[in-house]
């Protein structure tokens, strides 16, 4: 990966092509840059917009600062940033792929947070021949009917492939596992990884979905207690009632928010595993530089919502310099299907072709973290891309 300026060093840059311009001077400053429009649709209202939305708009914008001016097919472009609230729901995709094309002429790259978000959105984006980015979808979501779906965060179901590797290796003790999550698209599909690797290994799978407006949690404890788990897939927040009726099994979070653990405690998470692509624990050092710069402007941790978005960007920009053009889609999407490009987590690619027909999902590597304090994380082991995508059609293609 090229070294990223500091921001410092951005601004004097852009300070002295500005006086070059200003008092004569030719070169670089003398050209013109191209906007390059990139909607993006999160939940940026409620808890989802407090804990995710937000954070990840606000790590994007960073993101945006670093990359900068560059270079595709000779002509230097820079993305113009749009956000708009999705909601994290099929209503909210609708209402903003449309804005985005209608009011603000977005015609290359939308960015719909949330399965159920990507797919409304889908119809509409098609229709432009507009690329849709997701997120929190698996494997069975992206076909060849849908050619411009695409999705460069990390797939939640694919921690899991070597999350249970590592785990069953380690305890193969366990037998019975429980999945507590959200009723919406993004939470079932979450979930069919969960199963799909409990059936490879032989245990028992026991699921739990609940409303996401759901703020009284004992119910779900109770229920996840009459199953015995050993396992528990879910939150802190989901885990707390089970703790205080004498859970003492294993849990794993395949995302982790720090304001989840904050609600609960972090006396509380001690030994909680976390299998997914952070920025913990020094996993990815080329992510340091947004990382840095993030927690120093908000005083907040860079977690996962900011780390993915801000990926999502770079990756998109790195397609866009190996296509060498921002006009001909169908050589942008046969670039994303057939190109490893650099990123904050080192080099990906898009995969699982042979379980969908199509790809179109990037593939990243896993570390598995373990909880060790407040903020504080030990990796315990790790996955490269190739490692995670072996695992997955191996486990999922069973």
Known sequence: MTKWLSLAAIVTLCLALVMGVACGGGGAGEERVTKLKFGAALPLSGAAGAVIGVPAKNSVEIMNEFIGEFEVGGKLYRWDLIFEDNKFSGEGGVATSTKFISEYGVDLIMHQNGVD???????????????????????????????????????YDLSFTPFFDWFMKEHPEVKSVV?????NATGVNIDKGVKKCCEYYGLEFHEILYPIETTELYPLGTK?????????????????????????GFAVSYYWMEASAES?????????????????ADAFPAADPVKEEYERRYNAPFGAPQFFMANILYVYTEA????????????????????????LCGPVFFGLEELNGIGHICI????????????????????????VEALTLEIYGK
């Open 117 to 155: 978000a990507g797919v409304s959105s889908y119809p509409y984006a098609e229709a432009k021949d507009i690329i849709v980015d997701t997120a929190g979808g698996n494997y069975e979501l992206f076909t060849p009917e849908r050619p411009l779906l695409f999705q460069v965060a990390a797939s």
């Open 179 to 183: 999945a507590i999550n959200v009723d």
């Open 224 to 248: 996840a207690m009459t199953y015995d788990p050993d396992l528990v897939v879910g939150f802190p927040t989901v885990l707390a009632p089970m703790w205080d009726m004498g859970y003492k």
């Open 264 to 280: 609960v405690g972090w006396d509380r998470c001690v030994g909680f595993f976390i299998a997914g692509p952070h920025a913990y």
């Open 320 to 343: 866009l310099k190996k296509a060498g053009t921002v006009d001909d889609v169908d050589k942008i999407i046969e670039t994303l299907e057939t190109e490893t490009f650099d990123s």
């Open 364 to 387: 990243w590597p896993v570390p598995i973290f373990r909880v060790v304090g407040e903020n504080e994380y030990e990796i315990i082991t790790r996955y490269t891309a190739e490692e």
